[in-house]
């Protein structure tokens, strides 16, 4: 089993439309972060959210920390096909010594 | 440019061999990841060192080791290699091994 579960798996959507991805535990989390990979790149930092019920938005994407931190979401706004890849969750839970990564949602954007 | 290096980018070898693949992290980050990721899989975390000292393990064979030297850069030696060991391996770096960590761009393993 993965301490972070990510939900949808696969999406794929029509440029326009908007999506959320969620990220959740069992387990508290001091923060967590959002990665986006392209294809035989490796994982880009979005953003880091840190304090329960944060809320943080980088243009069309919105990332909110849950008030328990243990769950994250993202939100795209308006996906366009420039969106499309892996998007993973990751973080350090409270009483681990590890810094996991959810199981990632594949998103497919088309034109 | 996440300011993590990985060499080299690519690299075929034939089945029984060694290979050592090499990850020079963000200056200032003490803490170093290594990651394996098989075509169209997630993350397998394999193995995580702070200042030298080893500080997690993941699902690493015993095939495969690593380290940390002091000048904080870090090698992933992988042995008697097979088909299946085909991949990407990522390095990443953290200030602490409890923050976000910063990837390099990978080095394609290719088993043949």
């Known amino acids: 089993t993965q301490l972070l579960e990510q939900s949808p798996q696969f999406l794929s959507i029509q440029e326009g439309e908007n999506l959320t991805v969620y990220c959740n535990s069992s387990?508290?989390?001091?923060?967590l972060q959002w990665y986006r990979q392209e294809p035989g790149e490796g994982p880009v930092l979005l953003v880091t959210v840190v304090t329960g019920g944060e809320v943080k938005k980088l243009k069309r994407l919105t990332f909110q920390f849950g008030d328990a931190r243990k769950d994250s979401s993202l939100h795209i706004t308006a996906a366009q096909p420039g969106d499309t890849g892996l998007y993973l969750c990751a973080g350090t839970a409270y009483n681990f010594n590890k810094f996991y990564f959810g199981s990632g949602t594949k998103l497919n954007v088309k034109p | 440019d996440s300011g993590v290096t990985q060499t080299p980018k690519h690299l075929i070898t034939a089945t029984g061999q060694r290979v050592t693949l090499r990850c020079s992290p963000r200056s200032g980050d003490l803490s170093v990841y290594w990651y394996q990721q098989s075509l169209d899989q997630g993350l397998q975390f394999l193995i995580q060192?702070?200042?030298?000292?080893?500080?997690a393990k993941g699902n690493i064979l015993e095939r495969f080791s690593a380290q940390q030297f002091p000048d904080l850069h870090s090698e992933l030696n992988l042995s008697s290699l097979e088909l299946g060991d085909s991949a990407l391996y990522f390095c990443?770096?953290?200030?602490?091994?409890?923050?976000?960590?910063?990837f390099g761009q990978g080095t394609r393993l290719t088993v043949v």
């Open positions: 387990s508290v989390f001091s923060s």
């Open positions: 990443a770096s953290s200030t602490t091994g409890e923050t976000e960590a910063f």
């Open positions: 060192y702070y200042n030298g000292e080893e500080r």
